[in-house]
């Protein structure tokens, strides 16, 4: 099955910094990649999604890129605010459906 | 249109009882997620389902855990004779009838603790 690895474990980078957090993917067949953000004791939320037949996808101060040809794909958080502190998880689905298998998780801390 | 709904939201069994969670998706829903989250750890996929049926129940332990999703009511998680390993959040997800391949919306969980 899929196996997905996120890098690195923890994040800590001064309000205003820029964030990068990198994942891995095994399955070729995978086509749909979501990014999500949990907070302490809450549910994950959706904060940006790609899909394979895309290299890049941002909004606002958030982008993804993926690379299909070398199965990884990054979170780019910039400017970050002490409000972006939190747990984030990549994940990747196979097919028309949503079952995802997440990565390991990045807790980021942004110091203000 | 109110999200995913779980409840409870806390949950503590002893050991050996059973423990029963429900998942009701956004309206219009009709494809239901399980997944369980370990402490400081990913979510892993347990089950998919559609109304009265079970699609995917790969992540599933093969013994006593259950999941159904009836025609009519919430989506439930039965956990049978419950071990502390089976502590854990437990979150339910669903997305839309047309395109279940697009975000997913999960509930705010439920906190199992075995004691």
């Known amino acids: 099955g899929e196996n997905v690895e996120q890098h690195p474990s923890t994040l800590s980078v001064q309000e205003g910094d820029s964030a990068v957090i990198k994942c891995t993917y095994s399955d070729s067949a995978s086509n749909y990649f979501p990014w999500y953000k949990q907070e302490l004791g809450k549910r994950p939320q959706l904060i940006i999604d790609?899909?394979?037949?895309?290299g890049e996808k941002k909004d606002q101060r958030i982008a993804v890129t993926l690379n299909k040809t070398a199965k990884h794909f990054s979170l780019h958080i910039t400017e970050t605010q002490p409000e972006d502190s939190a747990v984030y998880f990549c994940a990747a689905s196979i097919g028309n459906f949503n079952k995802f298998y997440f990565g390991s998780g990045t807790k980021l801390n942004v110091k203000p | 249109n109110a999200g995913v709904m779980q409840n409870p939201r806390h949950l503590v069994r002893r050991r050996g009882q059973e423990a029963r969670l429900r998942c009701s998706p956004m309206?219009?829903?009709?494809?239901v997620y399980w997944y369980r989250q370990l402490p400081e750890e990913g979510l892993k996929f347990m089950v998919y389902?559609?109304?009265?049926?079970?699609?995917?129940e790969s992540g599933m332990p093969k013994e006593r855990f259950s999941a159904e999703f009836p025609k009519e009511g919430p989506s439930i998680l039965r956990i049978q004779q419950v071990v502390r390993g089976d502590s854990a959040a437990y979150f339910c997800a669903s997305s839309p009838d047309l395109t279940p391949n697009t975000e997913a919306f999960f509930g705010q969980g439920t906190r199992l603790t075995v004691v």
């Open positions: 389902l559609q109304k009265e049926n079970i699609i995917d």
């Open positions: 790609i899909r394979s037949n895309v």
């Open positions: 309206k219009g829903h009709s494809h």
